[in-house]
């Protein structure tokens, strides 16, 4: 794993995990990185500038008015120069201040001039990682393309036990050499996703609906934008705000999303069926309010189109993902709509499983591809999965015939 040519910007801020940012610092620099640190002054009551700036062999930053080379502005040039940006360990202070764009130190406002990825690894107490301020401004910063590096969970210099443990460097670098290249990915291609639930009318003010939020294929599509490609996202409702630099293209019902998708298709190279459709809809739809009168109401519902399947008949060389939520039998079942929809890979998981259903942050899921590849992953972020998946893709495209499709 090589760095060499490449410069990262580390962030330090003020958490006992920074002692780990040594570490981090140092296999950075053994992997060839140009490593210039920034350290906020909490940071610096834990680990000394004087430790970074012998292990990175360059000039420390803490202090936003320390301008040592008059011909350049500091934070702008560490900016500038910055290949990369990783904030480790990051306070929920400093998840805040990059949320809400505020710039009091050097770090933070080094990182408000920075337009190279960002990386966040956040630590913090278990409960401070999930306070709903918290959980709202790392989902704000995913929607701007921000990445973030899931802590471990474990043993908390707090005394707690739980989520909040800074990823070990290791974890860190492997994932910063991932995020290097994955802009080159999926470069020049087009990618449609599905995303969220259907509603299908009863009367003006009830519906069917699932309990889809979105979550998966909206970090499908934020994926795929920052590996570059075009994205395309075609969802049902959802409150997940869209991702920046995506075409959105909303939709209620089944039918609605049939027409958006197929109207696509074809410009299509990829495309990531993860939408809970609906499979069925009232007959008939009234056009009144229904009234509460009797004790039993019968309602008709017929079968709405196989969105899918109509996908897999009319492919012509579109790599086309399924997703199959179960809830037995799940690699049996995923097998089954495999063959049966003509897909190239489906993504299979049990929701009724703690951290893998719908809502979650998580995910457990397991590959299958067209060629008999099985492939269970361990329960990840919703982001992590989002990226396994699309790289896998990138992989199987890369191996067809002059890299397009088949």
């Not at 401004?137 to 802590?151: A, D, H, S, V, Y």
């Not at 909040?164 to 995020?179: F, S």
């Not at 998966?216 to 075009?230: F, L, P, Q």
């Not at 004790?295 to 709405?304: A, F, G, S, W």
């Amino acid at each position: 794993m090589s760095f060499r040519g490449k410069s990262i910007l580390l962030g330090v801020s003020g958490g006992i995990a920074a002692y780990k940012a040594v570490a981090l610092c140092s296999r950075l620099v053994q992997a060839g990185a140009d490593v210039k640190v920034i350290m906020t002054e909490s940071a610096a009551k834990f680990v000394s500038p004087l430790t970074f700036q012998a292990i990175s062999r360059n000039q420390v930053m803490t202090d936003t008015f320390e301008e040592k080379d008059p011909s350049v502005v500091s934070h702008i040039h560490l900016a500038d120069h910055a290949d990369l940006v990783v904030i480790a360990p990051a306070t929920a202070n400093m998840i805040a201040k990059l949320a809400l764009g505020l710039g009091d130190d050097m770090l933070s406002t080094t990182l408000l001039a920075v337009t190279s990825p960002i990386v966040v690894a956040p630590a913090m107490n278990v409960h401070m990682y999930s306070h709903p301020a918290v959980v709202h401004n790392m989902e704000l910063l995913r929607q701007r393309g921000i990445t973030f590096i899931e802590p471990g969970e474990g043993q908390l210099a707090c005394g707690y036990v739980g989520k909040g443990r800074l990823a070990e460097p290791e974890e860190i670098v492997t994932a910063l050499a991932a995020i290097l290249n994955r802009g080159k990915l999926l470069s020049g291609r087009k990618v449609m996703v599905t995303a969220g639930g259907t509603q299908e009318r009863i009367d003006p003010v009830r519906y069917l609906t699932n309990d889809s939020s979105g979550k998966m294929g909206y970090a499908i599509a934020r994926t795929a934008r920052d590996m570059g490609a075009e994205v395309t996202l075609i969802s049902g409702p959802s409150s997940l705000p869209v991702p920046a630099g995506v075409e959105h293209v909303p939709v209620l019902s089944a039918l609605d999303m049939l027409e958006a998708v197929t109207s696509r298709f074809e410009q299509a190279d990829i495309v990531i069926k993860s939408a809970a459709v609906a499979d069925y809809r009232p007959a008939e739809a009234s056009p009144l309010k229904i009234k509460k009168k009797d004790e039993e109401l019968t309602i008709r519902l017929v079968k709405n189109p196989d969105i899918l399947k109509t996908l897999g008949e009319r492919k012509t060389g579109q790599f086309l993902v399924g997703f199959a939520a179960e809830t037995n039998d799940v690699i049996e079942h995923a097998k089954d709509k495999l063959q049966r929809k003509n897909c190239d890979m489906i993504v299979a998981n049990d929701v009724t499983e703690e951290g893998a259903g719908f809502g979650t942050d998580s995910n457990r899921v397991i590959f299958l591809e067209a060629s008999g590849t099985v492939e269970p992953l361990p329960k990840m972020s919703k982001e992590a999965v989002a990226e396994r998946l699309l790289s896998r893709i990138a992989e199987r495209l890369a191996g067809r015939v002059g890299g397009g499709r088949s």
